[in-house]
């Protein structure tokens, strides 16, 4: 395998990354990407985090994650790579929900599972305002497995949150933060590091899930006041509306800021607009906790998405997920794009 990369090193400029150059992996993000209550069905007793079934990051093994598609093609080691195989109790960034939290967790609850976190630094409940922190504590995991001098496949969703509060923090201040936030975000990648492939996955209409919530969603969207000013007790009666037009603002800035700091030899970004288009289906999309976060079926759907997006041109890429599609398998020839 090594000499496989060095013949491809040779070949291929740094500009152009093939998938089987990729020796780690890494991610910034929230509850979406820690994967909570992706397989989780009642209140409190399923509070956790599949971190291992990440559709980004996760290497637990027969579950459809960029990884283990990464390691079924090209044999890539997950274990050294610096996926993630755990389940984590929420606990782990239970200081997101503190103020919002009608209950206490007692000490049994908050004992959770963290070997195998690696390189699954998201935090559930975190906005943008947090991606320096997040960025530092993945430079720390890399650093632990020798990822430095690897290349490296970094995925950033991050943004849902920060929606989610447009209410409390007006809409304006909302576009100018998050923008302000992720160009920090890609000063620091482009000081700091090298050697990386980095999906950048655009803000979605996060106000579609109102459509497909029940009664025992409601009571936990009550409970911790999850995405307050369209499910929470913020709940605004023009959020659907307002949500509609504020996360296509934001992505106009994003993909100017992803072209602006697309600068250095050895590192690409590239905008993913997987969830841009996206309409709930039906149910089976959602997290049966909270009828918010995706659930295990649209984690599978969303590794697919994403994986055959690396290899489209910006005009092909895919930006609604209605099924389950094939898995690209790519040619010698193909770059990630």
């Not at 690409?268 to 607009?273: A, G, L, N, R, S």
């Not at 049966?288 to 995706?294: G, T």
Request: one cysteine or more.
């Amino acid at each position: 395998m090594l000499k496989f990369l060095l013949i491809l090193t040779l070949i291929y400029p740094t500009s152009s990354i093939h998938p089987s150059q990729i020796q780690c992996f890494g991610v910034i993000g929230d509850s979406i990407t820690a994967g909570f209550s992706m397989e989780s069905h009642s209140l409190i007793k399923d509070f956790y985090e599949y971190r291992g079934q990440s559709f980004s990051i996760g290497g637990k093994k027969d579950f459809l994650t960029i990884p283990n598609i990464i390691n079924k093609l090209y044999g890539t080691n997950l274990e050294n790579s610096c996926a993630s195989f755990a389940t984590t109790f929420i606990s782990h960034s239970i200081e997101q929900y503190h103020h919002h939290l009608l209950f206490q967790l007692d000490s049994h609850q908050k004992m959770g599972i963290t070997k195998g976190v690696n390189c699954n630094v998201a935090i559930s409940g975190a906005l943008s305002t947090q991606n320096i922190q997040m960025w530092n504590q993945l430079q720390d995991e890399w650093q632990k497995f020798n990822c430095s001098n690897k290349w490296k496949l970094l995925t950033i969703m991050i943004g849902a949150n920060d929606i989610c509060e447009y209410c409390i923090n007006g809409y304006n201040n909302t576009i100018d933060a998050y923008i302000f936030n992720m160009e920090q975000l890609f000063k620091n990648i482009n000081e700091q590091s090298n050697k990386m492939f980095v999906n950048v996955i655009s803000t979605f209409d996060v106000s579609l899930t109102e459509d497909f919530q029940h009664e025992d969603c409601k009571i936990f969207h009550f409970l911790i006041n999850e995405c307050p000013c369209i499910l929470g007790r913020h709940q605004q009666p023009d959020a659907k509306y307002v949500v509609k037009q504020l996360y296509k603002d934001i992505n106009e800035q994003l993909y100017k800021l992803v072209e602006k700091y697309n600068v250095k030899e050895n590192i690409q970004y590239v905008v993913q607009p997987i969830l841009e288009d996206f309409q709930i289906y039906n149910q089976s999309y959602l997290s049966s906790l909270d009828c918010f976060h995706p659930s295990a079926f649209a984690n599978h759907v969303m590794a697919t998405a994403l994986w055959n997006n690396m290899f489209l041109p910006p005009e092909q890429k895919i930006r609604d997920m209605p099924y389950s599609m094939p898995i690209y398998t790519p040619t010698d020839e193909d770059m990630l794009q």
